[in-house]
């Protein structure tokens, strides 16, 4: 029986779902690829820790330079970050082995010139992990739909943050309590930075700019806006008008540019993703030929984000191709231009006429507007929500902004985009 040896960079919760997912499957799995896989080696930090994985012991090392990737078929990068795993990587590809990560950072920033470099060594990249963890994105982009132009993405791409906006919606506690609560259970991180200011999702877009659209973008690039601002009042006047509020990143390609972000935005009830919920992930596709599709499981945990390490490697086995094409940095710009609607609330003086006047600033100025909230709250001073027709977020700006020079207006408190 064929045998694949395999070399594993890092054992932690990944790596272990990738281990365990191989040996409840193995059965299957052996008989697709008409072999088996070796784990011959495993790079971690403590070679005696105890691990939820059945593994020779023999295997560990903490030394990069003892594995000998002359005599591996694949490499497998689950260490994270970017400067070890760039290198490593980078020498494994150079040495003839084929490659499968789930490091989205690295990916993002670094992806291009990797799989260049598989490319010259004629071996392969594969990346399904880094983007929506147990969910078959990057493949189905790729290969199942390579027939479509992809036009539209819009993606719930970060778990940690759908859990905390889910749980404010459902059970009306604040950002601050949730945060802490998934933190104390273990679904949000320590430092859960990058998950809440957008960054986690940046890249991730980043990733599938290439996959979609054939555009390499820097992910600094993206522009980004996180969920801490995002109040309980937003979200109860979000569900009277009949929106939910997700943090989603947008991609929509045109012919000359574009548009790639990631904000909370209020979506349309009905819309399917609206319906994603907790620590879930999704990808919304609208392809030119196949119409809309959408892909939806989980986007993090042992088992998923393992299920994907694997299939990749299982792919490479069955030799198949990679996922460069060709792509362009040059010829499209990105734009950050916000086209969208918007919904806005601000604290006004509760007076006679405030309304009014403020509809016929808004209308004086361009702003079309849709929809008009306004509750008693029996004080000196009132919330109003405004949702707009489509306009460019810059324009929006400028229009608040002179509209609140008028004594009337206390404070804008949320601008959130409306998607549909
Ligand atoms: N931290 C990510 C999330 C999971 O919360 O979705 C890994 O990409």
């Given at each position: ?238 569900q009277e008008l009949g929106y939910k509020i997700k943090l989603l990143a947008l991609g929509e390609k045109s012919n000359e540019h574009v548009e790639l972000s990631v904000q909370p935005a209020l979506i349309p009830v009905e819309h399917p993703i609206a319906s994603v919920n907790y620590e879930f992930n999704a990808l919304f596709i609208e392809g ?133």
């Amino acid at each position: 029986m064929r045998k694949y040896r395999i070399g594993i960079l890092g054992m932690g919760t990944v790596g272990q779902g990738f281990i365990n997912n191989y040996h409840l499957n193995k059965e299957e799995i052996d008989y697709k690829i008409g072999g088996e896989l070796d784990f011959v080696n495993v790079l971690v930090r403590n070679t005696v820790k105890k691990r939820d994985v059945n593994l020779d012991k023999k295997v560990y090392t903490n030394q990069f330079d003892n594995i000998n990737l002359k005599e591996l078929d694949v490499v497998v990068e689950l260490i994270g970050g970017v400067s070890s795993a760039f290198e490593y990587i980078k020498k494994a590809l150079e040495n003839g082995c084929h490659v499968v990560t789930a490091n989205k950072e690295l990916m993002a920033k670094k992806g291009i010139e990797l799989i260049k470099t598989a490319r010259e060594n004629e071996v392969l990249i594969r990346y399904e992990a880094s983007v929506g963890g147990g969910i078959p994105i990057i493949s189905t982009l790729n290969d199942s739909l390579s027939s479509n132009k992809i036009e539209r993405l819009m993606g719930i791409l970060n778990g940690t943050t759908n859990y905390i906006l889910t749980k404010m919606t459902k059970e009306k506690m604040s950002f601050k309590d949730v945060l802490k609560e998934a933190q104390e259970l273990g679904f949000a991180e320590a430092d859960p930075t990058s998950d809440v200011n957008g960054s986690d999702a940046a890249y991730k877009l980043a990733i599938l700019s290439k996959d979609a659209f054939g555009i390499i973008v820097n992910p600094e690039d993206i522009s980004r806006e996180g969920i801490r601002n995002i109040s309980l009042e937003d979200i109860e006047y979000g569900q009277e008008l009949g929106y939910k509020i997700k943090l989603l990143a947008l991609g929509e390609k045109s012919n000359e540019h574009v548009e790639l972000s990631v904000q909370p935005a209020l979506i349309p009830v009905e819309h399917p993703i609206a319906s994603v919920n907790y620590e879930f992930n999704a990808l919304f596709i609208e392809g030119n030929v196949v119409g809309e599709i959408m892909l939806y499981g989980k986007g993090a945990g042992s088992m998923p984000t393992g299920s994907a390490v694997l299939t990749d490697v299982i792919d490479i086995t069955r030799k198949k191709n990679d996922y460069i094409g060709t792509c362009s940095a040059k010829d499209i710009v990105v734009n950050n231009i916000g086209r969208s609607a918007y919904y806005v609330r601000m604290e006004v003086v509760d007076l006679p006429g405030v309304l009014g006047k403020i509809a016929v600033s808004f209308g004086e100025q361009g702003v079309s507007l849709d929809s008009v909230v306004q509750r008693a709250r029996g004080g000196k001073h009132a919330p109003l929500v405004f949702i707009t027709h489509e306009i460019d977020r810059a324009t929006l700006n400028a229009v608040l902004e002179s509209i609140q020079k008028n004594n009337y207006v206390l404070e804008v408190m949320s601008i959130i985009r409306v998607v549909n």
